[in-house]
């Protein structure tokens, strides 16, 4: 799915220093801590956006991105990384086992046919190499926030499970997380409808308040401290980690 042009430039603006995308990069290191990737792993973030994901990868080794929009891909350009394709991620123009690492972060509830997608980050991925990805979690969630982001689903963890086992990767570790901010998002998707009106407020990705996303940020950090130690079993938010196995 493609975003409205306006929204990939407040994404731009955003990815570095708002709390949302903090606390999933917090999360995501943690989730990697259980990767035995290779000293210099090839990596791919599969829709990529504007290429904050990719900044954050860069710390682990050679990342490269791809994107459904070749908008996206411009401001990628923009941060510096020019190995990026446009592509639809159930047709992956890659070679089979061509990854040490596939990230696929908050897209695949975005995809129509989420199994074919799922199965085409399998096939990209090396034996032994990772797949990590992040979705929206629990269809008792579902509101309009979702639909105005064009999300098509929230997933539980037993639907997750069914499209890795399907696409023959394993479970390496799985949870929920966003649990701290939770009432803050539910008062952050009330607000926008009531005082911007829908689409302006959240597109833009405006904190509750401005003094709101430092305080979200540093929840962030406190769960990401928590997620070394324990899953959570709560959160707005999913992320999993999975390997492909290596050849016998």
Known sequence: MRLRSEAYGSLFEKE????WFRTRRAVLREMLAR??????PRMLDVGCGTGGNLDFL??????EGCDCAAEALKYCARRGFKRTRLADACDLPYEDGSFDLITC???LEHVRLDALAFSELARVARPGGYLLVTLPASARLYSSFDC??????????SQVNELA????????????YAALAHPFVLLYMKRGDLIR??????????????????ALSFLGE??????????LPWGSSLAALFRKPPTS
């Open 222 to 231: 406190v769960e990401a401290r928590v997620l070394r130690r324990w899953d």
């Open 16 to 19: 570095e220093g708002h709390w």
């Open 58 to 63: 860069s710390a682990y080794g050679e990342a």
């Open 148 to 157: 105005l982001c064009g999300h098509l689903r929230r997933y539980s963890r």
């Open 35 to 40: 990767a035995e990737l290779p000293a210099s």
């Open 165 to 176: 086992a399907a696409a023959g990767v394993r479970l390496v570790r799985m949870t929920r």
């Open 197 to 214: 009106g829908r689409g302006r407020f959240r597109q833009q990705m405006e904190t509750i308040l401005p003094s709101s996303n430092a």
């Open 105 to 107: 972060l908050d897209v």
